[in-house]
């Protein structure tokens, strides 16, 4: 009998870190959208990722959606 090669599985498979920056886009904009102003830029402060222009206009632009 020939030795059987394992397959792939989540124990042998490296993959990327689970982060708060690495999960889909519009899963981020639902969890930013519960923060508060205040809270909001506190992330802004100490997240470069997150201090971006465009993500910002993203997140009010899906908070708009979610209102109206």
Known sequence: ???STP?????????PPMTLQTI??????NLFSYLRAY??????????F???????DSLVQHAAEQVY
């Open 24 to 29: 889909p886009k519009e899963v981020q904009l």
């Open 50 to 56: 997150y201090n971006d222009p465009d993500f910002i």
């Open 7 to 15: 397959l792939a599985t989540t124990s042998n498979v490296s993959s």
């Open 39 to 48: 809270d909001l830029t506190a992330v802004q402060q100490t997240c470069r």
């Open 1 to 3: 009998t020939t030795p």
